[in-house]
């Protein structure tokens, strides 16, 4: 389709100018403690992970079973028709 070529055409050109200026993208990722990713398998949301979230402490927060699988899984087939009709925003 259109929009997957689109896609893949500049997802290429992204990876070509991260190569061409900055000798890849490893050198432009967090390491060490701050490239954390926070784990909760009690599906929990800890105050004290969301405030090292926040203070760039660690790049993600992950709880398992927060969320019920059906409706997290509904919500991502809604971003994905996002995505694919150019709709799609990280914010």
Do not use: C
């Not at 203070?55 to 087939?77: C, D, M, N």
């Amino acid at each position: 389709s259109p929009s997957s070529s689109s896609s893949s055409q500049a997802i290429q050109w992204l990876f070509n100018h991260l190569q061409k200026n900055y000798g890849g993208i490893k050198p432009l990722l967090e390491t060490g403690p701050r490239s954390e990713i926070i784990t909760r398998s009690d599906g929990q949301i800890h105050a004290a992970d969301v405030t090292r979230l926040m203070k760039h402490e660690a790049t993600a927060l992950h709880v398992k079973q927060f969320y019920s699988k059906h409706y997290a899984s509904e919500i991502g087939k809604q971003l994905a028709l996002q995505a694919e009709s150019g709709r799609g925003s990280n914010w």
